[in-house]
């Protein structure tokens, strides 16, 4: 015997808010106060004109307070505008964090250099210049190879990227701390940006 279950119509981010009004709360770390006030007109306006949240920046408790607005009609609008202050707050440029709004199949990975190898001191030191590079040289490699942004913040790195893209900018990440020459990082990369193009 087969029953028919009740059929309704798929409901609106307006109808399905009822009565609770959602809240995100990013901390922002100190060295990250005064670019947040420099880019704050970049920040805000796509988060109320597009997102349309209600955003304000709590100077007390360092953080930016986020929440969903009467007018709010996507679901995810609220979590991507958290993505997006969250991408800031962790060193990358508005202008490619602002992607996380437009984007649906990005999203952040971060991890500690001491995930990949236990080090200390110069050893430390030595890890995150090969990471870097002379002038940034080996990070924008990377980057452009992969199609990734990257931020090096002390032993922290974040890769902001699709999933398929920051894993290979990970794997030419990994590489260089375990020890392996930047030539052969380098070799890698290129065979990889070769082959995403003959993907495309």
């Not at 060295?31 to 997102?51: A, C, F, G, H, S």
């Not at 002379?134 to 990070?139: A, F, N």
Request: aromatic letters at 6%; charged letters at 25%.
């Amino acid at each position: 015997m087969q029953v028919d279950g009740p059929m309704f119509p798929a409901l609106s981010a307006k109808e399905m808010q009822a009565v609770d009004v959602e809240y995100r709360k990013i901390p922002v770390p100190h060295n990250r106060i005064t670019p947040l006030r420099q880019n704050w007109l970049k920040i805000y306006e796509p988060l109320v004109d597009y997102m349309k949240l209600q955003v304000r920046m709590n100077v007390k408790r360092r953080c930016v307070e986020l929440r969903t607005s009467e007018d709010s009609t996507e679901n995810s609008s609220l979590q991507k505008g958290a993505d997006f202050v969250r991408a800031f707050t962790l060193g990358f440029d508005v202008d490619d964090a602002i992607a996380l709004l437009r984007l649906d199949e990005l999203y952040i990975d971060s991890f500690e250099i001491r995930d990949v190898k236990s080090l200390t001191g110069d050893h430390m030191s030595r890890a995150i210049g090969r990471v870097a590079g002379k002038s940034g040289k080996t990070k924008f490699a990377i980057e452009n190879a992969t199609r990734t942004r990257i931020v090096v913040a002390d032993s922290k790195i974040h890769i902001l990227g699709s999933y398929q893209n920051t894993i290979l900018a990970k794997r030419a990440i990994v590489s260089l701390i375990l020890g392996s020459p930047p030539g052969k990082v380098y070799g890698n990369l290129k065979n990889v940006a070769t082959r995403m193009k003959q993907s495309l």
